[in-house]
């Protein structure tokens, strides 16, 4: 009784200790002192929570019951620490550049920061380390049986250990939540918690050489001796099992990646990336030295202790039974230590997850619109912290009352172990490969763990406890090959291997062939390059100190976005502003905050706040860009690039516009040319025939001896030009009539033969043009039509005319071609003179417009009349100007159209 | 022999009426219709007078007026413009062309008759 009482104040006085320790820690990193407490070798020792109770207790047990085979167990960190240095650094670069608070965080950040796999994760952490918890407590209550054993003090020592693990359980708790939880610093940091856990692990290892020193030289008589034993115990016969040497060898490594209290100090508290060289090798050699005396102590243990001792309390009871009560001891203070310090960390770790990932998006979810200001968020923050600890916790301590702390203590590690092993694959592909995608992870995860569940963590339990009798031995539903530790027939292997065997195989496959099959979102391919690529960025912030060079870097990027002559002017202001008014020329400005938020606040007007912002930290260091300043980044230029794209386009329609006001305004002003030409040439047509008219009319009226001959010729052309000048008028109504769509048209059928002739005969008589000979070929123009014969003629009668009158060949001919279908009738009159100037070509439709004045007989309206008959008609007139000659083209269909010998008018101009 | 004048017009009964009434009035009268190759016809026909239409194939009286007036032997010569179009714009380039006396379509015989001896008195 005596020495349990001491057990407990020692036990007391420690616990007392390590608050202390921790308080000193935080006070200090509080003050901004303590450089110490971010040494290599405080990171390198908090590895060390790696060696748990399980570590201490359990590789001597396990060393006494499978010989060598604990080495793996050590072998496994010991490959990644040397071998995989360059992943380690990657990982913890990552961390630190995404600022990543848990391996959920990690995995979900990676995978466009999806909660759901942040769940899903946090859930195997926390179904993966329950029991490992649970392991500690029973430790803790186990070393504290061991003693009272001894001590022949059962009766009360049952109380003990009842309440041992309560007490321990709470008082852990405690520790955690209030050196885990004093301020929510924005790394995760706790400088408090860190400095406990590397004092621990000093103690741990002490207490651990002080057994094995003590076993070696004190009971076993030296180091010859010791090795002798050992080759004559049953460890010394043992052979290696090449499978289970590899997969525990593989599993253990893959445990110190995932596992959550690895990945805590590892890389969250990690300060440095630098301290991974030291712990690199110096991490290693701890280990060697935690191992060093694990068969030697096994060896004894199973030679001086009765063969129903526990092999797993070699440790403690060797010195017990020795007599050597304060080794003892400290032996079971070593215990202690390995045992709080992981509690400790694996319940800071998974409090972070669970409120991150779980409760706190429960709680704003259901607070939606209520958390307004960031105080309170802080404040359920830290309750859903303290919360989860607690639960964590408890859940472990409950787990150890369930099982019952029968179960071999190496077993739960090892099933602990695979169950978070289950992140591997997912973890490496995010790390290396960019086509990993986030559904790929939910797929591979949750086969990976459901198969971790069923051929390893619910068989656990024993038979009957969560897995009937019936389907560990025919399988599930029946299916022989869904058999629990035989799974697809495979059998006679160690349960453990089979199970990580296919849960990380089907894991792994359904990860890579799920990430092939699915298309990553943009957020997830941002941060699977940022992930990936994380190696190739400068991680390390530069300096403050070397101002000049990057303020000459800022003037750089300043003039490219500024323009030279404004950062030039901004960087000369500002540089005044610094030295008050009297800044030597050519001085630039130095770094300081308050310029540079005003440089930021310069550049954001040109590219956008998120921009200007990642553009001056790239530069000056400091932190490196997060990925959501990048999505930021992202946004402004795609923003920036619709709008420019939108303001091309709106150009590009300006200038259409443009273009086609122009060419009206062109065709407007040469309207108003031709109407004022019009005008004149109206007056000329009109005032030529009235001449004659008034002339002759006087001269018959004012002269007494005209002769006879003379008045008869005089009083013909007076009647001429009076038909002419009355032709000219029925041309302007004729005009007027079309335009206006009053005309009546008078349809019949008629061949266009008809048509076509009686226009020939027409043009040929009459006034003084020359002949011209028309070809045509009657066969074609045999096609019955329904039109107005009278319009059609008076089309044609104008063209033939047009050609005699303009046709400047020697002998001048016009051709008729004639072409037909069902729809309609082209008519081709093409002459042999030398055409119509290109210039004038658009022109000659238009009313009053005449090639050559000079030449022309009428006023220029004939094929303006034209042009309205053929519309009234159905069809149309056209020029063509593909022919040496004038070439027009005349085209109807075979019935015009009732309705449009009464359309509204038309308008022209 | 009377004064000798120079109709240059292109529509033939208009030269007919004025060589009508202008030959009774004592001129000997030349006609002439096209405006390319005026300059010839006058230095050929040497007028006393010149009566010149502005609408002519090939030339307009305008131009005409004002490569004649170029020439010395011709600034003096009276020149009566005709013209169908009845614009001020048209009086103006007559004047500026060098025309002596303007006169639009249709006109009265005895304006022309007029206009003629004041021009050129016999």
């Known amino acids: 009784m005596q020495t349990l009482n001491v057990l407990i104040f020692v036990c007391t006085a420690y616990a007392l200790f390590l608050f202390f320790v921790a308080f000193v820690a935080e006070r200090a990193a509080m003050r901004g002192r303590g450089k110490w407490l971010r040494s290599s070798v405080v990171y390198t020792l908090s590895l060390s929570i790696y060696c748990t109770a399980w570590t201490f207790y359990g590789a001597v047990g396990y060393a006494a019951r499978s010989g060598f085979e604990y080495v793996t167990i050590y072998l496994g960190p010991t490959l990644v620490m040397i071998g995989w240095w360059w992943l380690l650094r990657k990982l913890v670069r990552v961390g630190r550049t995404q600022r990543i608070t848990s391996i959920a965080d990690l995995v979900s950040s990676r995978f466009g920061k999806s909660n759901l796999l942040a769940v899903g994760v946090t859930i195997l952490a926390v179904v993966g380390t329950t029991p490992y918890i649970a392991l500690q407590l029973q430790s803790v209550t186990l070393s504290f049986e061991a003693f009272a054993d001894s001590l022949n003090q059962q009766g009360e020592a049952a109380n003990v250990s009842e309440s041992t693990a309560l007490w321990v359980a709470m008082g852990l708790a405690l520790f955690t939540v209030l050196f885990g939880t004093r301020n929510l610093d924005a790394n995760e940091r706790h400088h408090g918690v860190v400095m406990a856990i590397a004092v621990e692990a000093v103690v741990k290892l002490m207490a651990l050489l002080a057994v094995g020193i003590f076993v070696v030289w004190g009971l076993s008589g030296g180091v010859g001796d010791t090795l002798a034993r050992i080759d004559a115990s049953e460890i010394g016969k043992w052979q290696v099992d090449g499978g289970r040497w590899a997969t525990l060898t593989f599993l253990s490594a893959a445990a110190f990646l995932c596992l959550p209290r690895m990945f805590q100090v590892m890389v969250v508290e990690n300060s440095d990336e630098q301290h991974l060289r030291t712990a690199s090798w110096a991490f290693p050699g701890y280990l060697l030295l935690m191992s060093l005396f694990v068969v030697p102590i096994a060896v004894m243990g199973l030679e001086r202790l009765p063969a129903s001792s526990n092999p797993d309390l070699f440790v403690l009871t060797l010195p017990l039974s020795e007599g050597q009560n304060a080794l003892a001891i400290f032996s079971f203070i070593g215990g202690f230590s390995s045992a709080t310090s992981m509690v400790i960390v694996a319940a800071l770790a998974l409090s972070t997850m669970v409120s991150n990932h779980i409760v706190m998006p429960l709680w704003l979810r259901a607070n939606v619109g209520r958390a307004s200001f960031s105080g309170d968020v802080r404040h359920v923050v830290l309750v859903a912290r303290r919360v989860s600890i607690a639960g964590v916790v408890f859940l472990g301590y409950l787990y150890y009352r369930m099982s019952g702390g029968g179960t071999a203590l190496a077993a739960i590690g090892l099933i602990a172990f695979a169950g978070m092993a289950q992140v591997l694959p997912v973890l490496m592909g995010g790390l290396f490969w960019r086509g990993a995608t986030r559904v790929g992870a939910l797929a591979g995860l949750t086969v990976g763990f459901g198969l971790w569940g069923y051929t390893l963590f619910l068989p656990s339990f024993g038979e009957g406890a969560f897995m009937p009798r019936t389907v560990l031995e025919n399988g599930l539903l029946g299916f022989a090959w869904l058999r629990p530790q035989a799974l697809f027939g495979i059998e006679g292997i160690d349960p453990l291997i089979h199970a990580v065997f296919w849960s990380l195989l089907l894991n792994a496959i359904t990860f890579v062939t799920v990430s092939l099959a699915s298309f990553p979102s943009p957020l997830e391919r941002l941060q699977g390059a940022q992930f990936v690529n994380a190696l190739q960025q400068t991680g390390s912030a530069r300096s403050w100190s070397a101002g000049t060079a990057q303020t000459e870097d800022l003037m750089v990027m300043a003039q490219r976005i500024l323009g030279a002559s404004e950062a030039l002017q901004f960087f000369r202001r500002e540089a005044a502003r610094q030295a008050g008014g009297n800044a030597r020329p050519g001085k630039l400005p130095d770094p300081t905050p308050d310029f540079l938020q005003r440089l930021e606040r310069e550049l954001s007007g040109s590219v956008g706040a998120a921009t200007a912002h990642a553009m001056v930290a790239q530069i000056v260091g400091g932190a490196s860009v997060s990925v959501r300043e990048l999505l930021a980044v992202a946004d402004e230029t795609a923003q920036m690039i619709e709008y420019s794209d939108r303001l091309k386009a709106q150009s590009l329609e300006l200038s259409r516009t443009a273009e086609q006001l122009r060419a009206a305004n062109e065709k407007l002003t040469s309207l108003s040319v031709q109407k004022d030409a019009f005008l004149s040439q109206i007056s000329h047509e009109l005032r030529t025939p009235m001449t004659s008219i008034r002339a002759f009319s006087e001269i018959l009226r004012d002269t007494a001896d005209v002769s006879r001959e003379e008045k008869q010729k005089y009083s013909s052309i007076i009647h001429d030009e009076s038909v002419r000048l009355t032709r000219l008028l029925d041309d302007l109504l004729d005009l007027s009539v079309l335009e206006n769509g009053q005309v009546n048209l008078n349809l019949r059928d008629g061949t266009l033969r008809e048509a076509l002739d009686k226009a020939a005969s027409a043009a040929a008589t009459g006034d003084e043009s020359p002949a011209i000979t028309i070809l045509r070929d009657p066969e074609q123009e045999s096609i019955t039509l329904h039109t107005d014969f009278d319009r059609l003629g008076q089309v044609f009668i104008n063209l033939i005319a047009n050609a005699r009158k303009y046709c400047d060949a020697e002998q001048p001919e016009l051709t008729v071609l004639v072409e037909h279908n069902d729809l309609g009738v082209q008519v081709d009159f093409i002459d042999n003179g030398s055409g119509i100037p290109s210039d004038a070509q658009d022109l000659i439709f238009e009313k009053f417009a005449r090639v050559s004045p000079q030449r022309a007989g009428g006023a220029g309206l004939g094929l303006s009349i034209c042009r309205q008959i053929m519309e009234r008609l159905g069809g149309s007139i056209g020029f063509l100007p593909d022919t040496r000659g004038a070439h027009f083209r005349v085209t109807l269909p075979m019935v015009a159209p009732e309705h449009l010998a009464e359309s509204k008018p038309l308008v022209t101009n | ?122």
């Open chain 2, 1 to 122: 022999m009377g004064k000798r004048v120079l109709v240059i017009e292109d529509e033939p009964n208009i030269t007919e009426a004025i060589r009508f009434f202008l030959s009774r009035d004592g001129w000997e009268v030349f006609a002439h219709s096209k405006g390319h190759d005026a300059l010839e016809v006058i230095a050929h026909r040497k007028p006393d007078l010149l009566i010149l239409d502005v609408m002519l194939p090939g030339r307009s009286g305008y131009e005409i007026l004002r490569d004649l007036r170029e020439q010395p032997e011709w600034t003096e010569l009276p020149v009566l413009m005709l013209t169908a179009r009845g614009q001020a714009k048209d009086r103006e380039m007559a004047a500026e062309a060098g025309a002596s006396r303007f006169m639009t379509k249709p006109f009265s015989n005895s304006d022309i008759l007029e206009a003629v001896r004041e021009l050129a008195p016999v």
